[in-house]
């Protein structure tokens, strides 16, 4: 009983020593620079739901993105899935934009852990169908050879 409440009492002093950590505090959602051409507004809305607090300058923070070691890992998922795809930032290359379609049909996006903490970004099969088409209709997919619209630069 002794070493675990040792244990436990080390466990807090880590973790309270953790929040000084300065990464994952930075919770700036950076100005919209440009969308793209939504083909209708349900799939900016789908996207919006179930895309957007990772890939875009609307990212939601709630009370837990600021408590590490979560902090870290949220704000390491947010930097990546900007870099992959912002869909705030259609201004600049989206280099992974025409993959985005395969990425929700295959089911790894949005990935699980995101699902566990966001159940409101589940979609329905009917949902996931119309967001994989809208997807497809607005940012297209497979290598482009140019005539993109700036989607793949």
């Known amino acids: ?6 244990v436990s ?5 880590l973790l309270l020593l953790i929040q000084v950590v300065p990464y994952g505090r930075s919770h700036e959602n950076p ?7 939504w083909n209708a507004p349900r799939t900016r809305e789908l996207a919006v739901r179930a895309c957007f607090d990772c890939h875009s300058h609307e990212t939601r923070w709630p009370w837990y993105s600021h408590v590490a070691p979560l902090s870290w890992l949220i704000q390491n998922d947010v930097d990546g899935g900007r870099r992959h795809l912002d869909f ?9 934009a025409d993959e985005a379609a ?4 295959k089911g790894e996006m949005p990935p699980g852990s995101y699902l566990l903490a966001h159940p409101e970004a589940r ?9 994989i088409d809208g997807l497809r ?17």
């Open 1 to 6: 009983m002794r070493v675990l409440r040792q």
């Open 9 to 13: 009492i080390g466990l807090g002093v």
């Open 31 to 37: 100005p919209v620079s440009g969308e793209p051409p």
């Open 88 to 96: 705030s930032a259609w201004d600049r290359p989206q280099k992974d």
């Open 102 to 105: 395969e990425l929700v049909e």
């Open 123 to 131: 979609l329905t099969d009917a949902e996931r169908r119309e967001l």
């Open 137 to 153: 209709a607005t940012l297209g997919e497979g290598e482009r050879d140019g005539g993109d619209g700036g989607r793949k630069r």
